[in-house]
Antibody, heavy 119, light 109 residues
Framework: QLQESGPGLVRPSETLSLTCGVS????????WSWVRQAPGKGLEWVGY???????TYNPSLKSRITMSVDTSKNQFSLKLNSVTATDTATYYC???????????????WGQGTLVTVSS | SYILTQPPSVSVAPGRTARFTCGGD??????VNWYQQKPGQAPMLVVY???DRPSGIHERFSGSNSANTATLTISGVEAGDEADYYC????????????FGGGTKLAVL
């Protein structure tokens, strides 16, 4: 089970910080991801992190993102800096399952948390 | 980056068959995954690897992939199937490896 936590309101130009707690199993040896969804829009992949700390980010967000993992707490985190209104979205954490180089999918999802960027 | 194209909406009467298309260049060379998202809920995986179902997903859900179009099929549509459906592929050679289609809204008449 995955559970997002973090502020629901962030001021423009500040940093959005979210954490995803993993329960019911170990965080180790999996890829973990963030996916966001602007109100009324589709799904947008934000990035992923492996439990070794290796990351890959969406190129459109790469300059503003940092993802990290804390295996001792069974959680991983997202920081997105210099936010604007266009970053307003529901942010989902998800487990990314790698069956092979081509068979890769999101098999577990958190319930999502709405983050609004507004002054 | 790779682009997936989905029609915005599909309408089907209860008991009939709903088909959702996902277009992409030579998509048959990729493995397609499908997610169902009901209003106010997180997405849920319903088909992976073109035509495999996760545990707990009814056999009414099936997938296919050929040429430039992948298809999710729901047979015997029920009111509870009303949702948005998203296709997704993993493009290992891209700097944007996880790609979603724009989603298709299913209306059960």
């Amino acid at each position: 089970q995955l559970q997002e936590s973090g502020p629901g309101l962030v001021r423009p130009s500040e940093t959005l910080s979210l954490t995803c707690g993993v329960s019911g199993g170990s965080i180790n040896h999996y890829y973990w991801s963030w996916v966001r969804q602007a109100p009324g829009k589709g799904l947008e992949w934000v990035g992923y992190i492996y439990t070794s700390g290796k990351t890959t980010y969406n190129p459109s967000l790469k300059s503003r993102i940092t993802m990290s993992v804390d295996t001792s707490k069974n959680q991983f985190s997202l920081k997105l800096n210099s936010v604007t209104a266009t970053d307003t979205a529901t942010y989902y954490c998800a487990r990314l399952l790698y069956l092979s180089l081509t068979v890769v999918y999101f098999d577990l999802w958190g319930q999502g948390t709405l983050v609004t960027v507004s002054s | 980056s790779y682009i997936l194209t989905q029609p915005p909406s599909v309408s089907v009467a209860p008991g009939r068959t709903a088909r959702f298309t996902c277009g992409g260049d030579n998509i048959e060379n990729k493995r397609v995954n499908w997610y169902q998202q009901k209003p106010g809920q997180a997405p849920m995986l319903v088909v992976y690897n073109d035509n495999d179902r996760p545990s707990g997903i009814h056999e009414r859900f099936s997938g296919s992939n050929s040429a430039n179009t992948a298809t999710l099929t729901i047979s015997g549509v029920e009111a509870g199937d009303e949702a948005d459906y998203y296709c997704q592929v993993w493009d290992i050679n891209s700097d944007l490896p996880a790609v979603f289609g724009g989603g298709t809204k299913l209306a059960v008449l």
